[in-house]
């Protein structure tokens, strides 16, 4: 399979702990996202990387939440002292070089329950 | 970005044509209109995408028309298997820059 990878699928964790999320995304793809979803909503923009560096952070992505592309392969997401309201799904997307209209390839998500 | 609008549920039966419409109004010269497909719990499916008329593919049609403040996917004898959140998205640069999803319309097919 080719497609964007996402691990761990499924995250428990207790309120206060660190949880970290990676993303392997379509091996020739130089940009890479990352959103976030809540029930009943549509992904939201939380940053983007082109190769290792990260380009645009959205306001969401608080002091708590950091995110690193080395070698611009893989990519990792963590959240520091988590809180409920960090539940949600966290979804990664992966892009073609130079394509300007064209189409994010997403992977299947991690979903994040904080207790 | 323009903002889009459209229909939070829509219901239909297996066989039949459904359209969603999607109403952007604000729509720049540059921004193509991309519609996306998701299923509970999976990421985001890219379905199609259009600048002006028609698209086809061998899943969607996309119609716009010459104002291009509105679009219409149309997804021919449906099945239950597209049972799913259907997003609309106007944006230029949808290969290279962040997307800005709303909440979708909730397509339900009955048997």
């Known amino acids: 399979d080719t497609g964007v990878s996402q691990d761990p699928r499924h995250k428990i964790t207790k309120r206060g702990q660190n949880v970290t999320f990676r993303c392997d995304p379509i091996s020739e793809h130089n940009r890479l996202y990352w959103y976030r979803q809540t029930l009943g909503q549509g992904p939201e923009f939380l940053t983007y990387?082109?190769?290792?560096?990260?380009?645009?952070k959205s306001r969401l992505l608080s002091d708590r939440f950091s995110a690193e592309r080395p070698k611009g392969s893989f990519s990792t997401l963590e959240i520091q002292r988590t809180e409920q309201g960090d539940s949600a799904m966290y979804l990664c997307?992966?892009?073609?070089?130079?394509?300007?209209?064209?189409?994010?390839?997403f992977g299947p998500g991690t979903r994040l329950t904080v207790l | 970005l323009a903002k889009t609008t459209q229909p939070i549920s829509m219901d239909s039966y297996e066989g039949q044509e459904v359209n969603i419409t999607c109403s952007h109004n604000n729509i720049a010269t540059n921004d193509y209109i991309t519609w996306y497909q998701q299923f509970p719990s999976q990421g985001p499916r890219f379905i199609i995408q259009?600048?002006?008329t028609k698209v086809t593919n061998e899943v969607a049609s996309l119609f716009i028309p010459a104002d291009r403040k509105s679009s219409t996917l149309s997804l021919p004898r449906v099945s239950l298997s597209d049972t799913a959140v259907y997003y609309c998205?106007?944006?230029?640069?949808?290969?290279?820059?962040?997307?800005?999803f709303g909440s979708g319309t909730r397509l339900q097919v009955q048997p």
């Open positions: 990387f082109q190769n290792e560096a990260q380009l645009e």
């Open positions: 998205l106007v944006a230029t640069d949808t290969g290279r820059r962040a997307l800005t």
């Open positions: 997307a992966s892009s073609s070089r130079d394509r300007e209209a064209g189409e994010q390839f």
């Open positions: 259009g600048y002006k």
